[in-house]
Nanobody
Framework: QVQLVESGGGLVHTGGSLRLSCAFS????????LGWYRQGPGQYRDVVAT???????TYKSAVNGRFTISRDNDNNTLYLQMNNLKPADTAIYYC???????????WGQGTQVTVSS
């Protein structure tokens, strides 16, 4: 059974930085495609960044150039480095692991990120 546990959220001021982590267990981490999603107040869950098993990455346009997704296959961990944070980045951030379809993948419990103005 795949399990994902996010950590690293918190409260920061505008312009600050956070690094989110997602610890993976229960299967072969390296074969999974991974992603970070977020859900703001009153909003749908939306993709933030993805990384394939070959380390190809994609980013939501609003975070491109500020966020960096990465994976450590030796330690079964997914990361999201978030720089120059803005109040619009306030949301619960979730990690996802999948074998082709994110909506059929596995989800963590989420970690809250709050950016104050």
């Amino acid at each position: 059974q795949v399990q994902l546990v996010e950590s690293g959220g918190g409260l920061v001021h505008t312009g600050g930085s956070l690094r989110l982590s997602c610890a993976f267990s229960g299967s072969s981490f390296s074969v999974f495609a991974l992603g970070w999603y977020r859900q703001g107040p009153g909003q749908y869950r939306d993709v933030v960044a993805t990384i394939t098993s070959e380390r190809d990455t994609t980013y939501k346009s609003a975070v491109n150039g500020r966020f960096t997704i990465s994976r450590d296959n030796d330690n079964n961990t997914l990361y999201l480095q978030m720089n120059n944070l803005k109040p619009a980045d306030t949301a619960i951030y979730y990690c996802n692991a999948n074998l082709g379809l994110p909506k059929r993948g596995y989800w963590g419990q989420g970690t809250q990120v709050t950016v104050s103005s």
